[in-house]
């Protein structure tokens, strides 16, 4: 298994911490290299927290996380960060691309931790060749602020992919785009885990979307469950 969640519970205390508001309640799952999976889910409802906690950004309150059957509770916030740059690439809402690096450069961002001078030029060799699949090779050298939002979507999926994760997970990654681009992404979304073989989370509103991804499952009310 890529990732399993058991049991997993999280809670927040109000703003006089007088009260616990629990997003998740015995959340349980498990995903396999290779298999996709779309969370839908009304907003506010903890997708984007379950998110955080299976990409290491949070903890949970209770239950157990392991990543490629590895207790992640068990690890240092080094060890952690390791996983989240090598194994884990995620999507946003938000392209987060950076303004002042041109498509090549924003993509090669995660690549920065690695010294090897072969790593460099493999990377590099990597990112022109996605950047091909997505029909961005003409782009490199502009910057985001030249291109559509459905462009700088498709260079955070690459940036996403660039140092050949296990997982992929995305958050609301076409809510800001309009319906053809947002097709266009969740087209490109599942053709990744076919091509690439990589495992996919996405959390979504968009019924269209996941329906794209397949392997649906709802959380309502803090408890996921099979669509």
């Known amino acids: 298994m890529i990732t399993e969640l058991h049991e997993i519970s999280k809670s927040y205390l109000n703003s006089d911490s007088t009260v616990k508001n629990e997003v998740l309640s015995g959340v349980s799952l498990s995903l396999k290299k290779g298999e996709a999976m779309a969370i839908v889910g009304?907003?506010?409802?903890?997708?984007?927290?379950?998110?955080?906690?299976?990409?290491?950004?949070?903890?949970?309150?209770?239950?157990?996380?392991?990543?490629?059957?590895?207790?992640l509770s068990g690890l240092s916030a080094d060890q952690m960060a390791e996983i989240r740059n090598e194994k884990i690439g995620f999507i946003f809402q938000s392209h987060h691309l950076f303004p002042q690096l041109n498509v090549i450069e924003n993509v090669l961002v995660p690549t920065i931790p690695k010294k090897s001078k072969k790593?460099?030029?493999?990377?590099?060799?990597?990112?022109?060749?996605?950047?091909?699949?997505?029909?961005?090779?003409?782009?490199?050298?502009?910057?985001?602020?030249?291109?559509?939002?459905?462009?700088?979507?498709?260079?955070?999926?690459?940036?996403?992919l660039i140092n050949q994760p296990e997982?992929?997970?995305?958050?609301?990654?076409?809510?800001?785009?309009?319906?053809?681009?947002?097709?266009?992404?969740?087209?490109?979304?599942?053709?990744?885990?076919?091509?690439?073989?990589?495992?996919?989370?996405?959390?979504?509103?968009?019924?269209?979307?996941?329906?794209?991804?397949g392997n649906i499952h709802n959380l309502t009310g803090g408890k996921i469950s099979k669509a």
Do not use: W
Request: proline share 3%; glycine share 8%; hydrophobic share 35%.
């Open 119 to 160: 790593y460099s030029k493999e990377a590099t060799q990597r990112a022109h060749r996605l950047l091909d699949l997505v029909e961005l090779s003409d782009h490199i050298t502009k910057f985001p602020g030249q291109l559509s939002g459905g462009e700088c979507q498709r260079v955070a999926v690459v940036r996403a």
């Open 42 to 71: 009304p907003s506010g409802c903890g997708k984007s927290t379950l998110l955080n906690i299976i990409g290491t950004i949070d903890a949970p309150s209770s239950g157990t996380v392991k990543f490629e059957g590895t207790e």
């Open 167 to 213: 997982l992929i997970l995305a958050d609301e990654p076409t809510g800001s785009l309009d319906e053809k681009s947002a097709d266009n992404i969740g087209k490109l979304l599942s053709d990744i885990n076919k091509n690439e073989n990589v495992a996919m989370i996405v959390v979504t509103h968009s019924l269209a979307l996941a329906k794209t991804i």
